[in-house]
Protein backbone atom coordinates (compact mmCIF):
# COMPACT_ATOMS: atom_id res chain seq x y z
CA UNK A 1 0.00 0.00 0.00
CA UNK A 2 1.13 3.38 -1.03
CA UNK A 3 1.63 6.30 1.77
CA UNK A 4 -0.38 8.34 -0.21
CA UNK A 5 -3.27 5.36 0.31
CA UNK A 6 -3.19 5.52 3.91
CA UNK A 7 -3.41 9.17 3.94
CA UNK A 8 -7.10 10.42 4.79
CA UNK A 9 -6.05 14.36 4.10
CA UNK A 10 -3.03 16.01 2.67
CA UNK A 11 -2.36 19.73 2.19
CA UNK A 12 0.57 20.59 0.01
CA UNK A 13 2.16 24.01 0.12
CA UNK A 14 -1.06 25.73 0.62
CA UNK A 15 -1.43 29.89 0.62
CA UNK A 16 -4.80 31.70 1.54
CA UNK A 17 -5.95 34.82 2.39
CA UNK A 18 -8.62 37.25 2.56
CA UNK A 19 -8.34 39.91 -0.64
CA UNK A 20 -4.82 41.43 -0.28
CA UNK A 21 -4.12 39.94 3.37
CA UNK A 22 -2.32 36.70 2.95
CA UNK A 23 -2.74 34.42 6.10
CA UNK A 24 -1.28 30.73 5.30
CA UNK A 25 1.85 30.49 4.15
CA UNK A 26 2.85 27.48 2.12
CA UNK A 27 0.92 24.85 5.19
CA UNK A 28 1.74 21.45 4.41
CA UNK A 29 0.21 18.51 6.43
CA UNK A 30 -1.16 14.84 6.27
CA UNK A 31 -3.93 13.48 8.39
CA UNK A 32 -3.50 8.96 7.72
CA UNK A 33 -6.69 7.58 7.86
CA UNK A 34 -7.51 6.22 11.44
CA UNK A 35 -5.31 8.84 12.98
CA UNK A 36 -6.09 11.98 15.15
CA UNK A 37 -4.07 15.25 13.92
CA UNK A 38 -4.43 18.22 16.22
CA UNK A 39 -3.28 21.89 15.00
CA UNK A 40 -2.03 24.33 17.87
CA UNK A 41 -1.18 27.67 18.11
CA UNK A 42 -1.96 31.20 19.65
CA UNK A 43 -5.04 33.35 18.94
CA UNK A 44 -4.15 34.92 15.25
CA UNK A 45 -2.18 32.34 14.07
CA UNK A 46 -4.17 31.12 11.08
CA UNK A 47 -5.59 28.17 12.26
CA UNK A 48 -9.33 28.99 11.67
CA UNK A 49 -8.24 30.03 7.82
CA UNK A 50 -6.59 26.60 7.48
CA UNK A 51 -10.12 25.07 8.79
CA UNK A 52 -12.19 27.34 6.17
CA UNK A 53 -9.81 26.62 3.22
CA UNK A 54 -9.54 22.49 4.37
CA UNK A 55 -13.46 22.74 4.02
CA UNK A 56 -13.92 25.19 0.64
CA UNK A 57 -15.40 28.06 2.62
CA UNK A 58 -12.00 30.24 1.76
CA UNK A 59 -10.44 29.69 -1.77
CA UNK A 60 -6.39 28.82 -1.80
CA UNK A 61 -4.58 30.43 -3.98
CA UNK A 62 -1.38 28.24 -4.34
CA UNK A 63 -1.00 24.80 -3.40
CA UNK A 64 -3.45 21.64 -3.31
CA UNK A 65 -5.58 19.66 -0.81
CA UNK A 66 -6.19 15.97 -1.14
CA UNK A 67 -8.56 13.46 -0.09
CA UNK A 68 -7.63 10.45 -0.35
CA UNK A 69 -5.23 10.95 -3.10
CA UNK A 70 -7.76 13.19 -5.15
CA UNK A 71 -7.27 16.44 -5.54
CA UNK A 72 -10.26 18.48 -4.06
CA UNK A 73 -8.71 22.28 -4.02
CA UNK A 74 -11.36 23.57 -6.13
CA UNK A 75 -14.64 21.53 -5.17
CA UNK A 76 -17.32 23.85 -3.12
CA UNK A 77 -18.03 23.46 0.41
CA UNK A 78 -20.90 21.38 0.07
CA UNK A 79 -19.19 19.13 -2.53
CA UNK A 80 -16.75 18.64 0.01
CA UNK A 81 -19.09 17.49 2.07
CA UNK A 82 -20.48 14.74 -0.18
CA UNK A 83 -16.72 13.62 -0.13
CA UNK A 84 -16.88 12.69 3.34
CA UNK A 85 -15.43 15.92 5.18
CA UNK A 86 -17.71 16.52 8.14
CA UNK A 87 -16.87 20.48 9.42
CA UNK A 88 -17.86 21.28 12.91
CA UNK A 89 -16.99 25.34 12.85
CA UNK A 90 -16.67 27.51 15.72
CA UNK A 91 -19.93 29.38 15.55
CA UNK A 92 -21.57 26.08 14.70
CA UNK A 93 -24.23 27.24 12.32
CA UNK A 94 -27.03 25.63 13.80
CA UNK A 95 -30.97 26.26 13.04
CA UNK A 96 -31.57 27.83 15.86
CA UNK A 97 -35.70 28.13 15.96
CA UNK A 98 -35.45 24.24 14.42
CA UNK A 99 -35.46 21.66 17.27
CA UNK A 100 -32.70 19.20 17.87
CA UNK A 101 -34.57 16.68 15.60
CA UNK A 102 -34.75 18.23 12.55
CA UNK A 103 -30.93 19.52 12.79
CA UNK A 104 -30.11 16.04 12.65
CA UNK A 105 -32.80 14.94 10.41
CA UNK A 106 -31.59 17.28 8.24
CA UNK A 107 -28.15 16.22 7.86
CA UNK A 108 -29.54 12.58 8.10
CA UNK A 109 -31.35 12.90 4.98
CA UNK A 110 -27.77 14.68 3.23
CA UNK A 111 -25.79 11.88 4.93
CA UNK A 112 -28.07 9.14 2.74
CA UNK A 113 -26.21 11.17 -0.65
CA UNK A 114 -22.87 9.31 -0.10
CA UNK A 115 -22.73 5.96 -1.67
CA UNK A 116 -21.07 4.20 1.77
CA UNK A 117 -21.95 2.01 4.15
CA UNK A 118 -23.93 3.56 7.02
CA UNK A 119 -21.63 4.83 9.85
CA UNK A 120 -24.23 6.71 12.05
CA UNK A 121 -27.83 6.84 12.69
CA UNK A 122 -29.96 9.08 14.97
CA UNK A 123 -29.54 6.58 17.53
CA UNK A 124 -25.38 5.89 17.87
CA UNK A 125 -25.24 10.11 18.27
CA UNK A 126 -27.92 10.05 20.92
CA UNK A 127 -25.69 7.04 22.37
CA UNK A 128 -22.71 8.99 22.43
CA UNK A 129 -24.19 12.49 23.69
CA UNK A 130 -27.35 11.17 26.05
CA UNK A 131 -28.52 14.37 27.11
CA UNK A 132 -30.42 14.46 23.44
CA UNK A 133 -32.75 11.70 24.46
CA UNK A 134 -34.52 14.04 26.76
CA UNK A 135 -34.26 17.05 24.38
CA UNK A 136 -34.85 16.25 20.71
CA UNK A 137 -37.52 18.03 20.16
CA UNK A 138 -36.23 21.63 22.34
CA UNK A 139 -35.41 24.37 19.78
CA UNK A 140 -31.62 24.11 19.61
CA UNK A 141 -31.57 28.04 20.45
CA UNK A 142 -32.79 26.97 24.14
CA UNK A 143 -29.84 24.60 24.43
CA UNK A 144 -26.39 25.66 26.52
CA UNK A 145 -23.66 26.36 24.52
CA UNK A 146 -22.01 22.95 25.77
CA UNK A 147 -25.50 21.44 24.44
CA UNK A 148 -25.40 23.13 21.08
CA UNK A 149 -21.63 22.00 20.03
CA UNK A 150 -22.28 18.78 21.10
CA UNK A 151 -25.47 18.79 18.56
CA UNK A 152 -22.95 20.57 16.12
CA UNK A 153 -20.52 17.33 16.46
CA UNK A 154 -23.74 14.82 16.11
CA UNK A 155 -24.73 16.94 13.05
CA UNK A 156 -21.73 16.14 11.36
CA UNK A 157 -21.48 13.12 11.93
CA UNK A 158 -24.65 12.26 10.38
CA UNK A 159 -23.43 13.30 7.34
CA UNK A 160 -21.35 10.31 7.11
CA UNK A 161 -17.76 11.48 6.63
CA UNK A 162 -14.71 9.72 7.37
CA UNK A 163 -13.00 12.85 7.99
CA UNK A 164 -13.88 15.14 10.72
CA UNK A 165 -12.79 18.74 11.58
CA UNK A 166 -13.53 20.37 14.32
CA UNK A 167 -12.70 24.40 14.72
CA UNK A 168 -12.25 25.39 18.60
CA UNK A 169 -14.37 23.06 19.68
CA UNK A 170 -13.52 23.41 23.89
CA UNK A 171 -14.09 27.27 23.49
CA UNK A 172 -16.17 28.62 26.67
CA UNK A 173 -17.59 25.53 27.70
CA UNK A 174 -17.63 24.18 31.06
CA UNK A 175 -14.95 21.67 32.32
CA UNK A 176 -17.72 18.67 32.70
CA UNK A 177 -19.59 19.31 29.32
CA UNK A 178 -16.15 19.51 27.60
CA UNK A 179 -15.30 15.71 29.46
CA UNK A 180 -18.75 14.67 27.79
CA UNK A 181 -16.68 15.71 24.24
CA UNK A 182 -13.59 14.52 24.91
CA UNK A 183 -14.78 10.90 25.42
CA UNK A 184 -17.18 10.97 22.34
CA UNK A 185 -13.95 11.91 20.31
CA UNK A 186 -12.38 8.84 21.83
CA UNK A 187 -15.26 6.47 21.07
CA UNK A 188 -14.91 8.24 17.11
CA UNK A 189 -11.12 7.34 17.30
CA UNK A 190 -12.13 3.78 18.54
CA UNK A 191 -14.41 3.46 15.46
CA UNK A 192 -11.49 4.52 13.21
CA UNK A 193 -12.86 8.08 12.53
CA UNK A 194 -10.19 10.16 11.28
CA UNK A 195 -10.49 13.80 13.02
CA UNK A 196 -8.33 17.14 12.59
CA UNK A 197 -8.89 18.76 15.71
CA UNK A 198 -7.95 22.85 15.71
CA UNK A 199 -7.50 23.78 19.57
CA UNK A 200 -5.87 26.30 21.32
CA UNK A 201 -6.04 24.35 24.39
CA UNK A 202 -3.05 21.66 24.01
CA UNK A 203 -3.53 19.76 27.07
CA UNK A 204 -7.26 18.77 24.85
CA UNK A 205 -5.04 18.87 22.14
CA UNK A 206 -2.49 16.09 23.94
CA UNK A 207 -5.01 13.66 25.29
CA UNK A 208 -7.18 13.32 22.19
CA UNK A 209 -4.51 13.85 19.17
CA UNK A 210 -1.83 11.20 17.82
CA UNK A 211 0.28 14.22 16.30
CA UNK A 212 0.44 17.60 15.99
CA UNK A 213 1.34 20.45 13.95
CA UNK A 214 2.45 24.03 15.64
CA UNK A 215 0.92 27.47 13.99
CA UNK A 216 2.41 30.17 13.78
CA UNK A 217 1.94 33.61 11.90
CA UNK A 218 0.40 31.62 9.36
CA UNK A 219 2.68 28.66 9.10
CA UNK A 220 3.64 25.31 10.48
CA UNK A 221 6.71 25.76 12.49
CA UNK A 222 6.39 22.24 14.46
CA UNK A 223 5.63 18.94 14.35
CA UNK A 224 5.08 16.76 17.26
CA UNK A 225 4.96 13.56 16.94
CA UNK A 226 3.54 11.10 19.55
CA UNK A 227 6.59 10.34 21.62
CA UNK A 228 7.41 13.88 22.01
CA UNK A 229 3.93 15.42 23.55
CA UNK A 230 5.38 14.33 27.38
CA UNK A 231 8.00 16.61 27.06
CA UNK A 232 6.30 19.19 25.42
CA UNK A 233 4.33 19.45 27.99
CA UNK A 234 6.16 18.94 30.78
CA UNK A 235 8.83 21.52 29.32
CA UNK A 236 6.87 24.46 28.24
CA UNK A 237 9.58 25.06 25.73
CA UNK A 238 6.82 25.39 22.40
CA UNK A 239 3.71 26.82 24.76
CA UNK A 240 5.90 29.91 25.47
CA UNK A 241 7.72 30.01 21.87
CA UNK A 242 4.03 30.08 19.83
CA UNK A 243 1.62 29.95 22.53
CA UNK A 244 2.67 32.28 24.90
CA UNK A 245 1.89 30.25 27.49
Not at 12 to 31: N, R
Not at 209 to 231: F, T
Request: glycine share 10%; hydrophobic share 50%.
Amino acid sequence: MTTMAREMLRIDSIDAGYGPIAVLHQVSLSVGANESVAIIGANGAGKSTLVRAVCGLLPITAGAIRKQGAEISALPSHRRAREGIGIVLENRHLFGELSVRKNLELAEWHGLHRAVERRFTLADVVGLFPFMASRLDAAVQLLSGGEQQMVAIARALLLQPDLLVMDEPSTGLAPKVLRHIVEAVGTLRERGMSILLVEQNVALAAEVADRAYVMSLGRIVREIHPSEWAGVLDSGEVLRAYLGA
